[in-house]
T-cell receptor
Framework: KAGVTQTPRYLIKTRGQQVTLSCSPI?????VSWYQQTPGQGLQFLFEYFSETQRNKGNFPGRFSGRQFSNSRSEMNVSTLELGDSALYLC???????????FGDGTRLSIL | GNSVTQMEGPVTLSEEAFLTINCTYT??????LFWYVQYPGEGLQLLLKATKADDKGSNKGFEATYRKETTSFHLEKGSVQVSDSAVYFC????????????FGTGTQLKVEL
């Protein structure tokens, strides 16, 4: 069974640009969550989508947005990039609410 | 709000030593508790979980018991191997809170021969 797939693995952008990250969940999983991992703030929850609806949201500015498609694939968008957005962005999928989450290997975003 | 506190690392042990990584949490109700492990350059892997008080999660020789009275979920392993070297994260998911995980800061474990 294929795991959670995140693309691209690495990305370099400059300040002010925007970026879109993609996540393909494990087949049959309907919940997709996104997390930001940085050395200073650790792992922080961004948002969760379930059946194409945002179900939970963390404390991030509106520059961070996401969506989920009918096949459960999800994208995350960050606009007007700032240096502090440099991080490893992790996607996790799960079958339902309150079931274990399975993580992808992440997209490492570097802002110059 | 919910929070998870883990012991600071790095923790350096010799192979076959006993491992304990402390984890305490603050949350209302009865959250689910997890340990995740992250190897260099990879995402997080679920190591074990417990969903109610006194539950013991176990996997690959690792164990953790959900202690409601002390709000703790300490990770233990009787005999560590070099291959266990990684960063370990304790996390909680609130009851009825969807899939929003709150993580501790992580504890790096280094196992030497």
């Amino acid at each position: 069974k294929a795991g959670v797939t995140q693309t691209p693995r690495y990305l370099i952008k400059t300040r002010g640009q925007q970026v879109t990250l993609s996540c393909s969940p494990i087949s049959g999983h309907r919940s997709v969550s996104w997390y930001q991992q940085t050395p200073g703030q650790g792992l922080q929850f961004l948002f969760e989508y379930f059946s194409e609806t945002q179900r939970n949201k963390g404390n991030f500015p509106g520059r961070f947005s996401g969506r989920q498609f009918s096949n459960s694939r999800s994208e995350m968008n960050v606009s007007t990039l700032e240096l502090g957005d440099s991080a490893l962005y992790l996607c996790a999928s799960s079958l339902e609410e309150d079931t274990p989450q399975h993580f992808g290997d992440g997209t490492r975003l570097s802002i110059l | 709000g919910n929070s998870v506190t883990q012991m600071e690392g790095p923790v350096t042990l010799s192979e076959e030593a006993f491992l304990t990584i402390n984890c305490t949490y603050t949350a209302t109700g009865y959250p689910s508790l997890f340990w995740y492990v992250q190897y260099p350059g990879e995402g997080l892997q679920l190591l074990l979980k417990a969903t109610k008080a006194d539950d013991k999660g176990s996997n690959k020789g690792f164990e953790a018991t959900y202690r409601k009275e002390t709000t703790s979920f300490h990770l233990e392993k009787g005999s560590v191997q070099v291959s266990d070297s990684a960063v370990y994260f304790c996390a909680l998911s609130p009851t009825g809170g969807g899939n929003k995980l709150t993580f501790g800061t992580g504890t790096q474990l280094k196992v030497e021969l």
